[in-house]
């Protein structure tokens, strides 16, 4: 069973089954890295904030109080890093912090605990931009498991919190500047009011309007402009990975848009593209060249990652190859292919 990464409202709880620490207490009452996730319903036991510890003493309201937000900041944290791995140091370093607070002190926790995991994570982001101009080939953001459930019953809201975690979306995120994403993950993605955001960031709420201002625009004009039915997603992944699977080249030039993009990462660490693949017979003929290539021939799985559904290769019950892509009018407008072990964290029990 995936270890699924609940959306709701309030934002995705991202969480990595296979991190050594956890981003909160231990079931001991610890902050180290011995207890197990205690976000998501489904996938690694949950730890229960309400009830003893293993020693049998209470837990700590306040302690509690941290847990209940959890997901939110952990929402938070991935949309503004791309990486859940990277999401989970910054709110366990935002535990930290809390656990060091006069706690009994702070009058809105809320705002404190999201004024100190933006904080961290902006200058998280600052460092990764850094390490980012020597990554090798394409970066793309680390793809987690999504799960929906009964959070989101709307339809329309369903699609609202699949495309803030896409990674479409997210992709476009990167050209923002750290507080241009930091305003625009916690208006546009969770609805927070601008005096609430300015004093999370210490601007003014007019300099806070002026970033907002700016982070939309430049989303609007990245993002992809088109809504997909996730029935026609699904059928158009399953007849595209057929394609490419059985090579059928003249099958896939018809999936393809004229102005279809791949984009490959593997950071160095696999086989993949280093530059972007452009045109329909470009990413056609590469396709069917590697259609014969062990990729496609290990154990495969369909699973719903960033609210759409992708194709996950598993060599020896390891995650080796992510394959998701982006629809417009009914054809293939994006391949996205993740291929960098590292960013395999969350997908191990998909």
Same mark, same amino acid.
Do not use: C
């Given at each position: ?30 902050? %180290? ?22 020693? %049998? ?35 366990? *370093? ?29 200058? /998280? ?34 699609? !609202? !919190?699949?495309?803030?975690?896409? !990674? ?12 241009? /994403? ?31 201002? /700016? ?12 809504? +997909?039915?996730?029935?026609?997603? /699904? ?10 699977? %059985? ?30 693949? *452009?045109?329909?017979?470009? +990413? ?20 719903? !990652? ?9 060599? %020896? ?8 892509? *982006? ?24």
């Amino acid at each position: 069973m995936p270890t699924d990464i609940p959306i709701d409202p309030t934002g995705p709880a991202v969480t990595d089954p296979t991190a050594t620490a956890a981003t909160g207490p231990a079931t001991d009452g610890t902050t %180290g890295p011995t207890g197990p996730a205690a976000d998501g319903p489904t996938g690694s036991v949950p730890a229960d904030p309400t009830g003893p510890t293993a020693d %049998g003493s209470p837990v700590d309201p306040l302690t509690e109080l941290f847990e209940e937000h959890r997901p939110m900041l952990l929402g938070v944290a991935y949309r503004m890093l791309g990486r859940a791995a990277d999401a989970e140091d910054v709110v366990q *370093e935002a535990w930290l912090r809390w656990t060091a607070e006069d706690r009994a002190a702070v009058r809105e926790p809320r705002a404190f605990l999201v004024r100190i995991t933006t904080r961290l994570a902006i200058d /998280r982001l600052r460092l990764a931009h850094t390490r980012r101009e020597t990554y090798v080939g394409p970066w793309l953001p680390e793809p987690v498991v999504t799960d929906f459930g009964p959070a989101a019953p709307d339809t329309a809201e369903r699609a !609202l !919190l699949a495309d803030s975690v896409s !990674l479409a979306v997210l992709v476009v995120l990167e050209s923002l500047s750290p507080l241009e /994403r930091a305003v625009f993950v916690l208006r546009e993605a969770f609805g927070f009011p601008y005096g609430e955001i300015a004093a999370a960031l210490d601007r003014s709420e007019a300099a806070v309007r002026q970033l907002a201002g /700016r982070a939309r625009r430049h989303v609007d004009e990245g993002r992809p402009r088109y809504d +997909v039915d996730p029935a026609e997603r /699904r059928d158009l992944t399953d007849r595209f990975l057929a394609a490419a699977a %059985g090579g059928d080249l003249g099958e896939l030039l018809a999936l393809l848009a004229p102005d279809v993009r791949l984009v490959g990462d593997s950071g160095g660490r696999a086989k993949a593209p280093l530059r972007v693949i *452009e045109t329909a017979d470009k +990413v056609g003929r590469f396709l069917h060249a590697v259609a014969g290539d062990e990729n496609f021939r290990y154990e495969r799985r369909i699973v719903e !990652l960033n609210g759409a559904p992708a194709l996950v290769a598993f060599v %020896g019950g390891r995650p080796d190859t992510v394959i998701q892509i *982006e629809v417009r009018d009914g054809r293939v407008q994006t391949v996205h292919i993740i291929r960098n072990p590292d960013k395999f964290h969350g997908l191990k029990d998909a």
